[in-house]
């Protein structure tokens, strides 16, 4: 069998003026990064400021299983596919993190004939807005150590500095640091840590921000840490916003490449879904909903985190209204949330799927929530057979949902014509209602809790003392109209990922908060979550290399 990145390599790429001309964009306005990707200048995206906005279609799946779903390569398909039924449509997709390639999950650029291209630099350092987004994080993390060095005219409190640093790859062993050692030249010692780059609050920042004016004050906003009387001291305070901006200014311009097909797709951005907000900048879908009549995003993991934040987060920000959402599910998926062993999905189990789409109708039901009509794609594995098929069909039609095969992964956008005409057909028909799930003045604990009974199941929400005492505390001081941010593991719908299918009456365990103050929400960190993931026993990194051509293998 091809493998992904055996077809990517094979890929004839058109130029990026080529595609670029698909949306009309014109060849002044591309900022090129070599022959097959470019950045779109900010004069060029200030200059679409009155055009009117096209429809913008969700892509979003069950909760996720180490079976697959697909929902990348599903957007990509889906994208194609109304290419090829005459539809005028940009694809918007997250930049993928390096923790996640050379750890356990891989790339996220798509697979088999529904990916986008160049795959192995988008999957690798692309055009480097990973690496701005961490140097200005760290920058910040620098210059409050320093400023504690030279004098603390702030009065920051070193037991309560909350801000870590970060890296782009997956670390266990900085999750909980002591920095400062060695003396009162190298800084004052006290208990610090790292977290994933996808988790920082810059990299939230750069994906909601408006423009680089709307940056700058968000970076600005970010608390560093409390003074004793509990005030708190931002980035503002100690001058940082400025510098961190600069290195900004590029990242901030989102990134144009192209699906397999030629279909333009904006890549740009990358926070995950379990940890952070899971959404692409809000600026690359505006450019693009600007630009095409039809635009298609996907939110990371299930729809119980990615899509519930773009909706509650990423669309209350930005103004969005979409028309439309894509829920992705594969019938191997659907056996493991049925109880079947990962190692025992080849064989027919009608049972099983019938019993894993509880999982499935909990996130349709969930949609509705939201007002947003829903189809369904069972996204084509090889060993599926009619009646497990027929299954899904006939759960979907019972909620009067309509659920569509979809053959991309070996067709490309041919094999998700169907599931184009389908999702185009709702999108047309005008059905979305869409409202988010709470209002902005309701207090901050009733939006966790409601977040956590409406969507996840839960039968009650416990909060650490502190936790609590802090959301009491955020709330009193003008910080209760944000929305919250559920950190929170993706393979259930509770917080113990071993609990899968459609649990109920749980307990949701609220184990710390974190004020993004910057990006505009409240962390609510739930279990035993990480925001610093770790590596497998057998990280993918040992089996990703140079051949003896040059070119890299083993990527995935």
């Not at 190298?186 to 610090?192: C, D, F, I, K, L």
């Not at 006939?394 to 005409?421: I, N």
């Not at 003392?465 to 009491?472: E, G, I, T, V």
Request: net charge negative.
């Amino acid at each position: 069998m091809t493998s992904d990145i055996e077809i990517a390599r094979a890929a004839t790429l058109k130029s990026m003026t080529e595609i670029a001309a698909r949306l009309d964009i014109p060849d002044e306005a591309l900022i090129p990064y070599g022959r097959t990707k470019a950045k779109l200048s900010g004069e060029f995206i200030a200059s679409l400021a009155d055009r009117p906005r096209g429809k913008l279609i969700l892509v979003t799946a069950i909760s996720p299983t180490p079976a697959g779903e697909g929902k990348t390569t599903t957007t990509v398909g889906l994208g194609d596919g109304l290419a090829r039924i005459g539809k005028k449509v940009a694809i918007c997709l997250r930049e993928p993190s390096l923790g996640p390639c050379f750890g356990m999950k891989g790339g996220a650029a798509g697979g088999g004939l529904a990916q986008v291209v160049p795959m192995e630099d988008i999957n690798l350092h692309f055009t480097g807005d990973f690496h701005a987004i961490t140097s200005a994080h760290n920058l910040l993390a620098a210059l409050v150590d320093n400023h504690v060095q030279w004098g603390n005219e702030q009065g920051l409190d070193s037991r309560r500095i909350a801000l870590r640093r970060v890296l782009d790859m997956n670390d266990r062993s900085l999750r909980n640091i002591v920095t400062g050692l060695g003396g009162a030249a190298h800084g004052t010692p006290r208990e610090a840590g790292f977290d994933i780059t996808v988790a920082s609050e810059v990299m939230a920042i750069l994906c909601l921000a408006r423009d680089l004016d709307d940056l700058e004050q968000r970076l600005g906003a970010i608390v560093v840490g409390e003074r004793a009387d509990r005030s708190l001291v931002t980035a503002r305070d100690l001058g940082a916003q400025g510098a961190m901006t600069v290195l900004l200014k590029d990242a901030f311009q989102p990134n144009l490449v192209q699906t397999l097909e030629h279909t333009p797709t904006f890549v740009h951005g990358g926070p995950f879904a379990n940890i952070a907000h899971g959404c692409n900048t809000l600026v690359a879908t505006d450019t693009a909903l600007r630009l095409a009549d039809y635009v298609v995003t996907e939110a990371g993991f299930g729809a119980d985190l990615g899509a519930e934040k773009f909706f509650d987060i990423k669309c209350r920000k930005g103004g969005l209204e979409p028309s439309a959402a894509v829920l992705v599910a594969t019938i191997r998926a659907l056996k493991m949330n049925g109880g079947v062993p990962k190692d025992q999905l080849g064989s027919e189990n009608v049972a099983a799927v019938e019993a894993g789409c509880a999982n499935l109708g909990r996130h349709i039901d969930n949609m509705g929530r939201f007002g947003v009509p829903v189809v369904v794609a069972i996204n084509h594995f090889t060993a599926d057979t009619e009646a497990e098929r027929s299954a899904v069909e006939a759960f979907c039609e019972a909620r009067g949902v309509k659920a569509v095969l979809a053959t991309h992964w070996g067709e490309g956008g041919k094999g998700a014509e169907k599931l184009a005409e389908a999702v185009s057909a709702l999108v047309d028909d005008g059905a979305s209602r869409f409202a988010p799930l709470y209002g902005d003045d309701v207090p901050l604990v009733e939006k966790i809790e409601t977040v956590a009974r409406s969507i996840y199941g839960a039968g009650s929400v416990s909060f650490e003392p502190a936790a609590r005492r802090q959301l009491d505390q955020w709330q009193a001081t003008g910080f209760g109209h944000l929305p919250v941010c559920m950190a929170k593991t993706q393979y259930s719908f509770s917080a113990d990922p071993a609990l899968i299918g459609a649990p109920d009456a749980f307990d949701l365990p609220v184990r710390e908060v974190r004020l993004s103050a910057g990006a505009g929400f409240v962390v609510a960190v739930c279990g035993s979550i990480m925001t610093m993931p770790g590596l497998p026993r057998h990280p993918a990194a040992l089996d990703i290399h140079l051949n003896k051509a040059g070119e890299v293998e083993g990527l995935f």
